[in-house]
């Protein structure tokens, strides 16, 4: 469990607090508890205004809270960076993070902009020696890493189709007010950057490159209310595609953030020339899978035979959760910067993400090739 962990601790910079930021503590505070190593310096953690970060920094079990992310960022004591800011400030923090000499690990969406992304990944190639690594945590759900392990073994022969929806209903209420979160300037997309981009990840793991898409997108809600009066929504609440992959499948795509009574529906299904395999986030300790011959589908539950499992826990029938995956995630960040291997999705594989998203933001119903030149070239 402790091989390519960090036998020196690191210095650590926490930027902001919220769901996302509490969530990165709480990975940085258990990554060495759990898979051994050496525990990391809890350095300095930002928020405005600073007495919110000092507040916070002592909850968080951090040295020092501060107002100041640039003189974070550049800290000789600081080796890694966590950006949990809003999507707006990504670029900027990141790009001076790796300008600072320090290691990245930046929630998703990667930025605003197709040319933000692009600018983070030409400077994140231009520092080899520096670790980036993007928030997609549902890459570390053991049930997933099962199902990556079935179709790459050919377990369910040659996948032909996808099909994924992303569902929640935190906007359906027209009474929700108005935030950054729908503007272009704030936000950049919508449910597209929110959502879909983790179910793109996963899509991408399970099937390969994708050649080409086709989207509509809809704006539910176009107005919400705010203490000026009602201000437009720019960004979609909704989205779906048709996909047609590099290897010859085909897939379906939807994504809502309008989705009455979803909470969490991260569901996808392949089928494949020999079988097919359900996934459900909301119930993501299971994994149902049909084999060629076999009547219909076998439930299987996550469990200490999954290594990553049974480092939190021996026992069977004890659940996973959310949180447990950001402390693999953070696991995978932490070997690769000791020379394991390396973490993904860096920057360079985040731009393929950022690509399909913006594509079917602008697709309109036309079909969108996302060349595989774009691919060897990110």
Known sequence: MTENMPTKPLGVALIGTGFMGKCHAMAWRNVATVFGGAHPRLEVLCDTPADKAGDFAAQFGFARGSEDWQAAVADPAVDVVSITTPNGMHRPMAEAALNAGKHVWLEKPMALTLADAQSMADLAAAHPAQVTLLGYNYLRSPAFQAAQRLVTGGAIGRPLAFRGVYDEDYSADPNLPWSWRMTH?????????????????????????????????????????????????????????????????????????????????????????????????????????????????????????????????????????????????????????????????????????????????????QPIRIEEAAYENA
């Open 185 to 365: 300037a704030g936000g950049g997309l919508g449910v597209l950057g929110d959502l879909g981009c983790h179910l793109i990840s996963q899509m991408l793991a399970l099937m390969g490159p994708v050649d080409e898409v086709t989207a509509m997108t809809q704006i539910a809600v176009p107005n919400r209310p705010s203490p000026e009066g009602p201000r437009a929504v720019e960004n979609e609440d909704s989205a779906m595609a048709l996909i047609r992959f590099s290897s010859g499948a085909h897939g379906s795509f939807a994504t809502s953030r309008v989705a009455r009574g979803r909470k969490c529906r991260l569901q996808w299904e392949i089928h494949g020339t020999e079988g097919s395999i359900v996934f459900d986030q909301e119930n993501m300790n299971e994994l149902w899978v049909h084999q060629m011959g076999e009547a219909g589908f076998t439930r299987h539950l996550t469990g200490p035979e999954q290594p990553d499992f049974a480092a939190f826990c021996p026992a069977p029938g004890h659940n996973f959760g959310f949180n447990e995956q950001k402390v693999i995630e953070c696991r995978d960040l932490v070997r690769a910067i000791s020379g394991g291997p390396a973490a993904a999705p860096d920057f360079v594989a985040g731009l393929r993400i950022e690509r399909i998203i913006h594509a079917m933001a602008v697709s309109n119903g």
